[in-house]
């Protein structure tokens, strides 16, 4: 693909919460506005030139320490 792709404005949101050193949650989520756009793709990316956004999506993620 020769051009420019469109400028394009995302937003993303995250919160993490700690819980007694040992467990700490994360939440969040990506592409808020479900904004449509495209990236150049990577050079040795065999493919189309450009790739299209992923809509909104959210994560969880929990992580347990084990340590003394």
Known sequence: ?????????????????????????????????NQQYYTRRAAAYPGPGILPSDGINAYLTIQFKIAK
């Open 1 to 33: 693909v020769i051009g420019e792709i469109p400028s394009y404005l995302v937003f993303d949101f995250s919160g993490r919460y700690t819980c007694k050193k040992y467990f700490q949650f994360e939440a969040g989520v990506n592409n808020f506005t």
